[in-house]
């Protein structure tokens, strides 16, 4: 277990590399900051010359490939960062200079146990993208396919985990200090960011998240997800289809090839919709990099090392809750906040759903381009401290993602308007979720279920409360307070007990015989 020392030292190199790019000038002004945590950062910056504009992005990405993850994690919580800083971080994608070829060759021949020649018929040693993880190279396979291969740098896992251990102990200590910094519940944004960073280093897991949303998706044309090649995967190399398209990020190539940008916007929207309140399972990491359009039209995503997953009930919730922010119906609005217990049951529900008029109504009527969704997420973590809310890590992904989408969707078509875009999709699944032929169905659903597990149930009953024997209940016993011994007087009770077992024994056996 890393010593306390050492946490403090890391803790102190970060917070040095923080203040030299700016990066602590927003703690340290912020008066909901406890004072010990202010004193800290003053002690950070003592001597540096701080930048006037914080190069937040910088900091992280000096730090090291923990740092731009949890910079990127950062990048959805302008609550706790701020606006300013949340767009910033939101650069970190990209971040880091390649890895030598001769370092991704070993790891490559480590992995499959063989030369490089004997997996792959040719393989180009200059990266097409290289980010704080992995980084990706062109080859063709020994059987003639184009592939894309993806391949962990070396030492990186280590690195995290060491890194991630010192987060760990950092949120435990300043959740320890209370007020609003223990609100925003600290420690399980750190848990959350371990538990994705963790499926973002087993790149089997990656390949296997590709593997089920392309299933979850086929019902969806017009967006795809590239084919794996399992037999050269490992959890350092993953291999698959390569993809030969124009990223979603190029507007103007999008329009030369003739391609329907407002068409893309839509569909792109629309392909998260279904991922997130149908499937329970979305790209989580759905940026202009990681999106391509390929001749026919057709999406293609690709990188699925961050995945989101909301259960069938919090889908419910979510839908119902943009939907009424989308139709003015805020009263139902905050009900759903109530009913699934993201405030607390001691504040009134009519005054919720009046705070929330006040996010949603400067939006009504304005032009599309005006509106935002990541506007109005700004809108409702603004209320969350009036209310007691604590920080849903399970949401958090999805937060991130809206604005993400969003973001891409403007880029391709400014005018679209989110609302009108989503809500034909959310009133649909509603419908259909909702509607009586729903709630029949998984009435009888249930009901097949209980049927199915009830001669377990009689099992359980009948092991736990089996039939009386043919001798006949013991009589009560008195309750007797025992006495505790120890050291000498332990061992002359035992003698004591075990000479009364003998004498009683002997008068037991003389009475039965």
């Known amino acids: 277990m890393t010593s306390h020392i050492t946490h403090i030292w890391r803790l102190l190199k970060w917070g040095r590399t923080l203040a030299r790019h700016g990066a602590l000038t927003g703690i340290e ?27 937040y992005a910088d900091a992280f990405q000096s730090i090291g490939p923990a740092a731009i993850k949890l910079g990127q994690t950062l990048a959805t919580r302008p609550d706790l960062v701020g606006d300013h800083a949340a767009n910033d971080l939101l650069r970190l994608q990209d ?77 435990a200590h300043v959740e320890m200090l209370g007020g609003e910094i223990a609100r925003l519940r600290p420690r399980l944004v750190i848990a959350n960011f371990k538990r994705w960073t963790v499926r973002e280093l087993d790149l089997r897991r990656e390949a296997a998240s590709a593997s089920e949303l392309s299933e979850a998706m086929e019902a969806m044309p017009g967006y795809r997800i590239p084919v794996i090649d399992w037999d050269r995967t490992t959890g350092k190399v993953m291999t698959m289809e390569w993809i030969d398209g124009i990223k979603i990020s190029d507007r103007d190539a999008l329009i030369a090839a003739g391609h329907n940008v407002k068409d893309l916007a839509a569909r792109l929207v629309n392909a998260f919709l279904r991922q997130a309140i149908s499937e329970g399972f979305f790209h989580a990491d759905m940026h202009q990099g990681n999106l391509f359009v390929l001749a026919n039209g057709d999406i293609v995503a690709i990188d699925f090392g961050i995945m989101g997953r909301i259960d069938r009930r919090a889908r419910m919730w979510l839908a119902e809750i943009l939907y009424g922010l989308i139709t003015g119906n805020y009263k139902r609005v905050a009900e759903i906040h109530f009913e699934a217990q993201y405030v607390p049951g001691h504040h009134n529900v009519d005054e919720f759903a009046t705070a929330l008029r006040a996010v949603g109504e400067p939006m009504r009527g304005k032009a599309a381009s005006e509106l935002s969704v990541g506007g109005m997420l700004d809108g409702l973590f603004a ?34 308007n989110m609302w009108e875009t989503s809500g034909p999709f959310v ?53 007797i307070k025992l006495i505790r011994v120890g050291g000498g007087w332990r061992y002359a009770l035992v003698a004591a007990i075990a000479a009364a077992a003998g004498v009683l024994g002997s008068a037991l056996l003389h009475l039965h015989l």
């Open 427 to 479: 009133k649909g699944w509603l419908r259909d979720e909702l509607g009586p032929e729903a709630k029949a169905a998984d009435t009888l659903i249930e009901n097949w279920r209980t049927l199915q597990r009830l001669p377990g149930l009689v099992k359980r009953i009948e092991d736990a409360f089996p039939e009386k024997g043919g001798a006949p209940p013991p009589p009560p016993l008195s309750e």
């Open 29 to 55: 002004r912020d008066p909901l900051t406890p004072g010990p945590v202010r004193r800290l950062v003053r002690i950070a910056r003592l001597g540096a010359r701080v930048p006037r504009q914080p190069r």
């Open 383 to 416: 209320i969350t401290r009036d209310f007691d809310m604590q920080t849903q890590p399970h949401l958090l992904l999805l937060q991130k993602t809206m604005v993400m989408v969003e973001g891409v969707a403007h880029s391709l078509d400014p005018d679209i």
């Open 95 to 171: 971040a880091l200079p390649p890895v030598p070829f001769d370092t991704i060759r070993a790891q490559i021949e480590q992995s499959f146990g063989r030369p490089l020649d004997a997996v792959y018929k040719s393989f180009d040693e200059v990266p097409v993208g290289a980010a704080s993880i992995a980084q990706v190279h062109r080859a063709v396979t020994t059987d003639g396919r184009d592939v894309a291969v993806k391949v962990i740098r070396p030492g990186v896992i280590d690195k995290f985990n060491r890194d991630i251990a010192t987060y760990e102990w950092a949120a």
